[in-house]
């Protein structure tokens, strides 16, 4: 029987659509978006806060508060 694989990366844990390559497409899309359909930069920068403090909460904040849980394996570099 093989051993699990030890998650030492919060990413490890989200699937394929919530990586953070994902989360900066996705955001620029939208922000990108508005402006180009909109031309109003008021508008976009309405769109573009809470895109932000999404962006912000999922590629800062929430991999820092996994790291700090202690709910992930430790990281040890074999030599």
């Not at 031309?39 to 976009?44: A, D, E, G, N, V």
Request: proline residues 10%.
């Amino acid at each position: 029987m093989t051993e699990p694989t030890p998650i030492t990366s919060p990413w490890q844990l989200k699937p394929w659509w919530c990586q953070p390559w994902s989360i900066v497409l996705t955001g620029v899309a939208i922000v990108g978006g508005s402006w180009v359909l909109l031309h109003r930069l008021w508008l976009t920068a309405l769109v573009a806060a809470p895109i932000g403090v999404w962006m912000g909460f999922f590629l800062l904040l929430w991999p820092r508060l996994m790291i700090e849980s202690g709910l992930l394996e430790p990281h040890h570099d074999i030599e």
